[in-house]
C-alpha cells in the first residue's frame, strides 16, 4: 500500500510499505477513506520538532473494516468507523475516567504499539487498529459523502475544540475569547456556542478563517494581538475579561495572550500541543485567581455526543475543511497548511 512518511523538515513522501495484517485478536484492518492534516503535524514538517529518521504520520481518520480478529464483537467488515487519534483500551483506570489519551496500554498512530508492533500512520491506504471494540466509533449504516468531513473533525479537531470549551467550564451565558484561529480553535468557537456561550470573540487575522469563525458563532472578531489585543478585548467586555478562555495554539504568547483576557476568577482551557516554550506565571495567576486546567484532549470520550449532533445536522464542523486532494497530493496538503492557503487538508486516499 502508499502511506506519508516525513523525513524531515519540508519533506513529506508517499512511499510503498507493506500492507497491515492482524497482529492480535482485538485488531481490526480498515481501509481509509480520508484522513487529513493536523496543525501538530506542521510542527515536525517545519522542523520545530526535529526528525531523527522517516516517520509514519497521520492520526486522523474515517474509513472501512476490512477484517477483524477473533476477539472483536462490535464491528463487522463493511462498517464505516471513526478512528480517534489517541488509542486506548477501553479498559484500565484511566480509559474508565474517561481520559483515554493517558490508557496504560495505549498506542499512537505511525508508531509501534506496546507489545512493538507498528500501528500505521493515518495518511495512507489502510491501518491496523488495536484494541478495535473500544477505539473505533460505527456510524449507523454507510454516510452520505458530505458528511464525512464533519465525521472526521469528530477524530480529533472537533473533540479538542469541545474539551478546550469543557476544561474552561464554558456554559450557559459564558464570555468566551478563542485564542487561535486554525481549525482547534474554530472548533472551539463552535463548541462555545454548543455548550451555550452567550458572547464568543475570536481572535483571527485572516478574512477567510474569521468567516467561519462567524459561521460557527463567533458574535466578535478581534484581529489584533498582544497588549493592544488584549485592550480590544476588554473592552469589548467592558472591561472585565472574558469568563473562559481558550487556548488553541500551544506557544509562549498564545498563552500569555489566553491569560491577558482572563477575568479573575476565569478559566483558560488550553489544548495548543505546547511548542516555542508556554510557561505559566503563577504569580499573576495567584494574585489574579486564574484557573488553568486542559491537556490533550480524550476524543474518544467526546465522539459519542458530538456524533449524534453531526448525524442530525446539529453542527457541521466539516466546513474547517478548505482544501481537498488525493492522497497522491500529500506534499501540497501539507505546503498549503503550512503557507495559511488553507485551513485545514483533506486527503482521498482512494481518489
Not at 486506548?88 to 509501534?112: E, F, K
Not at 486554525?182 to 462555545?192: D, T, Y
Request: aromatic fraction near 4%; hydrophobic fraction near 45%.
Amino acid at each position: 500500500m502508499r502511506a506519508t512518511l516525513l523525513h524531515g523538515a519540508h519533506d513529506v513522501r508517499l512511499e510503498d510499505v507493506p500492507d497491515p495484517v492482524l497482529q492480535l485478536p482485538t485488531d481490526a484492518i480498515v481501509r481509509v477513506t480520508a484522513a487529513c492534516v493536523c496543525g501538530s503535524d506542521l510542527w515536525g514538517y517545519r522542523g520545530v520538532r526535529p526528525v531523527k529518521e522517516p516517520r509514519r504520520v497521520g492520526h486522523e481518520l474515517v474509513g472501512v473494516v476490512e477484517e477483524v480478529g477473533s476477539q472483536v464483537t462490535s464491528l463487522r467488515p463493511g462498517d464505516f468507523v471513526i478512528a480517534p487519534f489517541a488509542l486506548g483500551d477501553g479498559t484500565c483506570a484511566h480509559c474508565r475516567n474517561g481520559i483515554w489519551t493517558s490508557c496504560v496500554r495505549g498506542a499512537a498512530w505511525g508508531a509501534p504499539d506496546k507489545d512493538g508492533l507498528l500501528v500505521d500512520g493515518a495518511q495512507g491506504e489502510y491501518v491496523r487498529t488495536p484494541f478495535a471494540d473500544a477505539n473505533l466509533v460505527a456510524t449507523p449504516g454507510l454516510p452520505d459523502d458530505a458528511l464525512v468531513p464533519s465525521l472526521l473533525t469528530l477524530s480529533d479537531v472537533m473533540g479538542t475544540g469541545h474539551h478546550a470549551a469543557v476544561s474552561a467550564r464554558v456554559g450557559p451565558g459564558s464570555t468566551v475569547v478563542v485564542v487561535g484561529d486554525g481549525a482547534v480553535g474554530l472548533c472551539a468557537v463552535l463548541a462555545s456556542r454548543r455548550l451555550g456561550a452567550a458572547r464568543v470573540i475570536a481572535m483571527s487575522r485572516h478574512a477567510d478563517r474569521q468567516a467561519i469563525a462567524r459561521e460557527f458563532g463567533a458574535t466578535d472578531i478581534v484581529a489584533e494581538r498582544g497588549a493592544e489585543g488584549a485592550a480590544v478585548v476588554r473592552d469589548l467586555l467592558d472591561g472585565v475579561g472574558a469568563d473562559a478562555v481558550l487556548e488553541c495554539v500551544g506557544t509562549r504568547e498564545s498563552m500569555e495572550q489566553a491569560l491577558d483576557v482572563t477575568r479573575p476568577g476565569g478559566y483558560v482551557g488550553y489544548v495548543g500541543v505546547p511548542a516555542g516554550g508556554p510557561e505559566l506565571p503563577i504569580g499573576t495567576m495567584f494574585s489574579g485567581n486564574l484557573n488553568v486546567a486542559g491537556g490533550v484532549a480524550p476524543v474518544r470520550t467526546y465522539l459519542p455526543e458530538l456524533l449524534a449532533e453531526v448525524l442530525d445536522g446539529t453542527i457541521n464542523p466539516g466546513r474547517v475543511f478548505d482544501l481537498e486532494v488525493p492522497l497522491g497530493q500529500v506534499g501540497e496538503a501539507y505546503a498549503a497548511m503550512d503557507e495559511r492557503r488553507a485551513v485545514k487538508s483533506l486527503l482521498r486516499p482512494q481518489a
